[in-house]
């Protein structure tokens, strides 16, 4: 799932807040409920805890847990069920004066669905599960082939997932010469044919109608994976989608991975690639070419989204909260699009000059 702008921000802006807090002991709880899970037996556990948290020596210790708890239990109560995609709870005394508590509750029903069902006190809130959920759940075609194998796969957010596997009967070398050995290139080379034409069938048929495809990753030992490439084999869409070839020294599940890891790069400049492509169409419709259908400014900005002509709003990724929300909410009412674009390239620290807020226009006013 991708999350929007707002939800973004607030899940960014709770794990910000989460990971500033910092208890004097372990006294701070999270609690994980996973998708469809019984709210009423999380409820029936945690009150155990509460029960349990009665051995704690340390008196303070043992109360803020306890009242941790007991608030985690009447937020949990004012549910029916547990949320679509579960929900997470944090609950603890955030007070920064050691004579002062303040036992404050925080919960958010994640973007994903949790698998996980965590019940935890620490001196520190278990928040890694949220951070993971920020990154963006892309899709991404993986192929790693040489003249024994091949393994498509597919990379989703984090997970690597298998999707097919092809064994080839190319023969190995051979030392012969003459004619015996011309002849043995020929069977070579007719069998790698056959081998590519099962490869890409495959591949052409599970990638070439995936809408949400991100890009395709190649790789694998040696010039093979370049000679199924530049051969006549896959779909010109399907091609197109290759973003990038790397060199591996496996194949099968390892030489996935390997080629995952070897990818950073690419993946990461694919965020910022769509980032750049947004902010060139906002240059292009504010030059003279381009209609000047675009404006910068928040006042111009603002201007533009009460009457309506707002297509997209850009938006750095360092704006205030309010201002965020005020924004989107006035773009939801139009059906405008808000864009959150980072510092990272040379376009997004320009849109940060320009105010930090931009938008490109349906028509000139």
Request: hydrophobic share 35%.
């Amino acid at each position: 799932m991708v999350m929007d702008a707002k939800k973004k921000r607030e899940l960014k802006s709770l794990i910000k807040k989460l990971k500033g807090i910092r208890g004097r002991h372990t006294e701070l709880v999270s609690v994980y409920v996973p998708a469809n899970y019984n709210i009423t037996k999380i409820i029936n556990h945690l009150s155990e805890e509460q029960h349990t948290a009665s051995n704690i020596k340390d008196k303070r210790t043992r109360t803020n847990v306890q009242d941790s708890l007991e608030r985690i239990i009447r937020h949990l109560r004012l549910f029916k069920k547990t949320p679509v995609n579960g929900f997470a709870v944090f609950a603890g005394n955030i007070s920064a004066k050691e004579s002062q508590v303040d036992i404050q509750v925080y919960s958010i029903e994640p973007p994903d669905p949790l698998n996980i069902r965590i019940y935890r006190c620490d001196q520190t809130f278990v928040v890694d599960i949220l951070e993971d959920m920020m990154d963006e759940k892309q899709t991404y075609g993986l192929l790693v082939v040489d003249k024994r194998e091949a393994t498509m796969g597919m990379l989703k957010g984090k997970n690597i997932t298998e999707l097919a596997s092809f064994t080839s009967n190319v023969p190995g070398k051979t030392t012969k010469g003459g004619q015996s050995q011309q002849r043995y290139a020929r069977i070579r080379e007719e069998a790698a044919h056959e081998f590519y034409k099962r490869i890409s069938r495959a591949v052409n048929e599970e990638f070439g109608e995936m809408d949400e495809l991100k890009g395709i990753l190649l790789g694998g030992p040696g010039m093979t994976k370049e000679e199924f490439l530049d051969g006549d084999y896959l779909h010109t869409r399907v091609k197109n989608k290759v973003i990038g070839v790397k060199d591996l020294s496996y194949t099968g599940e390892f030489g996935l991975k390997e080629l995952v890891d070897k990818s950073h790069d690419v993946l990461s400049a694919e965020g910022l690639v769509e980032e750049k492509k947004i902010m060139d169409r906002f240059f292009n419709a504010l030059s003279t070419k381009g209609g000047n259908k675009a404006v910068y400014k928040e006042k111009d900005v603002l201007k533009a989204l009460e009457l309506g002509a707002a297509d997209v709003v850009l938006v750095s990724e360092d704006i205030e909260d309010a201002k965020l929300d005020d924004l989107e909410g006035k773009a939801e009412r139009i059906g405008a699009t808000v864009k959150l674009i980072s510092l990272e390239t040379t376009e997004g620290q320009q849109l940060k000059e320009f105010g930090g807020v931009a938008a490109i226009l349906r028509y000139n006013i």
